[in-house]
């Protein structure tokens, strides 16, 4: 039971249900990427109504905004497994938290899976099958099976994080041209 109670710790799992921001992960990401010094995580807020499950930061440095970070939690299977009834009206889904990290023209320049709580679809937690989205831009196709490499026994958890690129990458595109 301590093994679990650590790697619930260690890997920022909620037990709550909330969304957490990895801001420690994020700004190690950013640091990799390399894309300015002395960033500051600043929230955009009033984007929509249906954001409940997501939020968008400005990157920003002394040059002004560097880049915007998305971060979200999807529903994967429903806790009964991916074989259960989809029409059911269960409110108890498997979800898992992802970031992406983009650069001040929206151009997707890195994307993680940082807390996978669903029993079934780890691998789309692979950072070779992730690599796919980088250089990604809302002016691009993103088709799962056809763009992005389908994973077999990930799915849905693997149609979902790519739906939600496509959604993330117009919503930080509209405020880009706002």
């Not at 909330?18 to 994020?26: A, D, F, G, Q």
């Not at 983009?102 to 709580?117: A, I, M």
């Not at 763009?147 to 149609?159: H, L, V």
Request: glycine share 8%; aromatic share 8%; charged share 20%.
């Amino acid at each position: 039971m301590a093994i679990i109670a650590i790697w619930w710790v260690l890997t920022g799992a909620s037990i709550s249900g909330e969304l957490r921001v990895p801001t420690t992960k994020i700004e190690k990401s950013i640091k990799k990427l390399k894309i300015g010094d002395n960033v500051i995580m600043k929230s955009v807020i009033g984007i929509s109504a249906d954001m409940s499950q997501s939020e968008i930061f400005e990157l920003q440095s002394e040059a002004g905004i560097i880049g915007y970070v998305y971060v979200s939690r999807l529903n994967s299977c429903r806790a009964e497994g991916c074989s259960a009834d989809p029409t059911a009206k269960v409110d108890n889904f498997e979800y898992f938290d992802y970031y992406l990290i983009t650069d001040q023209s929206g151009k997707v320049l890195n994307v993680k899976v940082y807390n996978y709580q669903a029993t079934h679809g780890h691998q789309v937690m692979s950072r070779g099958w992730l690599k796919q989205f980088v250089g990604y831009n809302s002016s691009q196709e993103l088709n799962y099976g056809q763009d992005i490499q389908a994973i077999s026994g990930a799915t849905i958890s693997a149609r979902a994080i790519t739906n939600d690129v496509v959604r993330a990458e117009e919503l930080i595109i509209g405020i880009i041209n706002n």
